[in-house]
């Protein structure tokens, strides 16, 4: 961390005299890529609302941690979230419903849950406030050598299993004959993006978060022209709009997490029209 503090020391930025601001800068820098590479994995199986049910559970896991009165709530959410996600896919591989439909089931089943535990014996919701909106500007050193770590193991699952991820969305069956096992690697799916969305919900906030991890990706799709495009673009999507959004909120004093989505949601629509002219 020191050597990040002195090489934002050299930069003649105003915001990057404060520390609070070096550690959201470097919480962005690790956490956009971590957004733009679950993105692409999200849009292309159709599972864009996965990841808001899976903040809805890491809710509830926060609320239980809270209640027994643990310091770091965080892993109990991401203990939840997990046990979430292998329940979510366990039952999906023995299901008739849509995926929406039992997304729909377990996403409104936890946050019920989630907000029943927060105010049971008639406690405050209050104090859970931060988690609906985020605060990336109160993030640590210790959470930032989290992210990196995350980061790294997700970059790793990436490289080994994209290929298999995006077959099997696309063509379970043709991902089935070719000995992909789809219930295993839709179960290391659903249980990265558990992970990434429980790490992420302190810092950007539930009410947004889906944008965050639905955007990079819809948008790149709109530019990209084969999958390596797709995966890259995503990744400088999320980069460039973690950064333009974290210095629009420090210099017009707004939501860090709310602008980022912001500049996400302009970067669709520039990149919406493109496609249409471009067609």
Not at 175 to 185: D, N, W
Not at 201 to 224: D, E, F, H, K, Q
Not at 249 to 262: D, K, N, T, V
Request: aromatic content about 10%.
């Amino acid at each position: 961390m020191s050597l990040w503090y002195q090489l934002c020391d050299m930069l003649p930025i105003e915001m990057l005299h404060w520390d609070f601001m070096k550690n959201a800068l470097l919480a962005v820098l690790l956490i956009s890529p971590l957004f733009g590479i679950s993105s692409t994995m999200i849009v292309t199986g159709k599972m864009s609302f996965f990841s808001d049910a899976l903040g809805h559970s890491a809710f509830t896991g926060i609320a239980i941690g809270a209640i027994c009165g643990i310091s770091s709530p965080t892993w109990v959410a991401v203990i939840f979230a997990v046990v979430f996600a292998l329940l979510f896919s366990y039952v999906r591989s023995r299901s008739n419903h849509t995926a929406d439909t039992l997304i729909g089931v377990f996403s409104s089943t936890a946050i019920a849950l989630g907000i029943f535990i927060a105010t049971l014996g008639g406690s405050s919701f209050t104090k859970y406030n931060k988690y609906l909106i985020g605060d990336i500007l109160s993030v640590t050193g210790a959470e930032i050598g989290m992210l990196a770590i995350v980061l790294i193991v997700v970059i790793i699952f990436w490289l080994i299993l994209s290929n298999k991820i995006m077959l099997t969305s696309i063509h379970p069956q043709l991902a089935s004959s070719r000995g992909i096992s789809v219930r295993v690697t839709q179960t290391l799916f659903t249980t990265a993006i558990a992970i990434v969305v429980t790490l992420a919900v302190s810092w950007v906030g539930l009410l947004i978060l889906n944008s965050l991890l639905v955007l990079p990706g819809a948008t790149s799709r709109n530019v990209a022209k084969n999958l390596k495009q797709y995966s890259l673009f995503s990744v400088l999507i999320a980069l460039i709009s973690g950064i333009v959004g974290l210095c629009l909120s420090y210099y017009i004093g707004a939501s860090s997490g709310a602008a980022i989505s912001l500049v996400l949601a302009l970067l669709f629509l520039i990149s919406f029209l493109f496609r249409k002219v471009r067609m």
